[in-house]
């Protein structure tokens, strides 16, 4: 019995194509490796879907579940017959004890994307600053226990700052942009969302 085989066994499930495999906001335990077949990852922004990949067979998704047990941060769903394996956290680690050629598969494959997260970032930029500080304000928000307002602008400056490597003078100025476009509202320390959709369409320009 081969290995690809014996694996399926214990851990194998066959799934018809437009099924979903996990919604966004769902919790999570197990992460999937595709042994035939596709699988589209998606994430909704404003109420409209975007396409973030089509994945096919040795790779792999829903790995951050294994990590931190988040809720699941996009949705899967099979656009052909799809053969998958799942794994909870205990079930991935006996798996890779006995099969340690899967677990370098798997952090070659981890490495190659987020090699392939830096580039695209990279791109961003080059594509433009605005759009991408636009992106990381719509999620800060989304994220935000009060609707629509953060408290400590310069907190969201600071950590905005150093995730996007931006110059705290063009940050400054790419947000005093917002302001005046009156996308944004700055009250003391604390920064609100004027206009949803004029933010969202500088995220679309990406």
């Known amino acids: 019995m081969g290995q690809d085989t014996l694996l399926f066994e214990n851990f194998g499930k066959d799934i018809e194509p437009d099924r979903v495999i996990f919604s966004e906001g769902d919790s999570g335990d197990r992460m999937f490796i595709i042994q035939e077949g596709k699988i589209k990852i998606t994430k909704k922004i404003q109420g409209k879907e975007h396409l973030l990949a089509i994945l096919g067979k040795g790779e792999f998704f829903g790995e951050m579940a294994l990590v931190n047990q988040i809720k ?6 099979t656009m052909t017959n799809v053969r998958l394996l799942g794994f909870d956290r ?5 798996m890779i004890e006995k099969n340690p050629g899967i ?11 987020l090699n392939s997260a830096v580039e695209k970032m990279k791109h961003f930029m080059t594509r433009g600053e605005d759009g991408v500080v636009a992106l990381n304000l719509y ?8 609707n629509r307002k953060i408290e400590d602008y310069e907190a969201i400056l600071d950590e905005i700052g150093l995730h996007l490597n931006i110059p705290r003078t063009r940050l400054e100025a790419i947000m005093e942009s917002f302001l005046k476009a009156g996308i944004l509202k700055l009250k003391g320390n604390e920064l609100s969302l004027v206009n949803e959709e004029k933010l969202y369409q500088l995220v679309e320009t990406l």
């Open 139 to 146: 999620y800060a928000f989304k994220e935000s226990t009060k």
């Open 90 to 94: 205990d079930e991935f680690q006996k």
């Open 72 to 77: 699941r941060t996009a949705s899967a769903a």
């Open 103 to 113: 677990a370098l598969s798997i952090i070659d494959r981890l490495c190659r994307r």
